[in-house]
């Protein structure tokens, strides 16, 4: 468990904080939990691919928990991918980093010990040396936060850096080739059987490298999928100072994250398994229920803050919830035209399940950027939202709020257009801030949807049984003709 700090007092002296690393670790301040067990004797037993924000206020969490507990062989190595995000920052405090758990009382940190190294993504030799990390037989699981679209291009373009899948099929085909089983690769990624997905995408980078290794890789590999829920925003240099000034410790790589956390698995590994249920994580037969009610309850409210704030002032989610327009129709949404639909969960009451997780969009200590949440839309749209409204209109349901969502994003991407033709944002700047692999064919379409929303349907992912349903289409029309006008007449 994580301590409670108490909170200093404003205008308290100023603490000298002490630079993270491991020979501070023993003279931390007292209130901050760290690791139990000797950090170096840790073995490496897992390897994850994108070390983010995510996995180190989720997955590692767990394993820090099972290092903990005296199972030594689940230590990290991490490689970069896109990025090197902390990479640096990392090495120079060897690799261990604060936990920082915003809720209602004060923070409660934790160091976290359990990532043994943090390998570079980049030219040929930081290939090998990932390649080589994955395959070493010590390997056991590998888990994977890369982002949804990650897993519609399993293979890399000619003179690129190669996929996260290529990387495992590469390690794969070495262990193939000595004779070794393969590893578990765990998908903790946020999209509807990521197993699945993450099995699919390896095979397909494995049969580009050899068909019989593809053969191989289907009969006896495993791809569990999973459900991994934790509210963790990027750390803003606001959180390193409190950590800094009011908690006493330097770490130029600290992550924070919402005191709620879990994590469901599905039972299907190969070769060791670490004891995960020791950890606190829910290993069952078939996670499918609790990935459509996370999926459709938080994500989905993620993503109507995100869109449907981004024509008010607010910037956060605490804020949007607060806001009688947005936080009534969100809280609306979930309640009467999502909930109904679903399926019942074991173990899970579904009204408590509700309940918490509008207590988590509220939590004003996380206060997520609504900008965070309205990248990724199209994925997002298709993942979380779709699924409620497709089953809400082919079953004559009510719909009417899962509509104004979707129109709040054309909306959004409309005024994306306005930016991109007046000259006050160029496309890669859109790019980046959006990061919406659909952007491109999007932008043109949502710019003219008030006066003709179909062929922004025609071209929008998942949404071609919708688009032939002609009341559902008139209602998008009047929701996103009305707000274009509403913001013409608020400019003028
Ligand atoms: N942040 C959260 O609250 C949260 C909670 C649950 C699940 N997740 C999932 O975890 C994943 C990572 O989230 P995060 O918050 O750590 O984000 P992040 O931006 O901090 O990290 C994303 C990581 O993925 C890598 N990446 C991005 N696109 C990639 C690609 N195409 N190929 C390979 N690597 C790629 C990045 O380099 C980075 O290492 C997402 O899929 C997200 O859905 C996040
Ligand atoms: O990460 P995405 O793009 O799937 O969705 C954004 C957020 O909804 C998501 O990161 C949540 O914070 C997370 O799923 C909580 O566990």
Redesign the pocket.
Known sequence: MLRPIPARQPGGAPTTALRLGLDTLGTLPPDIARPSYDVRSLQPGVVH???????RA?QAVYLDRLAGLGHRGWGVRGI????N?HRDALAAQDHLYTVVELGTGAPRARVVGVLTDYLPAGGTAETDAAVAALADPRTQLVTV??????YA?ATSAPGTAP??FELVAQALRIRHRAGLAPFTVLS????PDNGPAARRCVVEAAAALDPALARWVERTGAFPSSM???????TSSEHRRLLRQELGVHDRAPVVTEPFSQWIVEDAFVGEAPPLADAGVDVVSDVRPYVAAKMRLLNAGHVALGFLGASTPNATTDAAMADPATGSLVERMLAEEVSPLLHPVPGLHLPTYLGEVLDRLRNPAIADPLSRLRRRGSVRMRNYVLPSLERAVLAGAPHLLLTEVVASWVDHLRRAAVTLEEGRATSEELAEELADPALARLLGPASRAAHDVRPFLAVADGFERLAGCPGFVQALQQSVTDREVGARAAAS
């Open positions: 691919l994108g070390v983010g924000g995510f996995h989720h970069g991918l896109r990025s995000s936060t890369v982002t949804a679209p990650a291009v996929t996260a903790c990624d946020n999209l991994a829920d934790r509210i963790t925003p990027p």
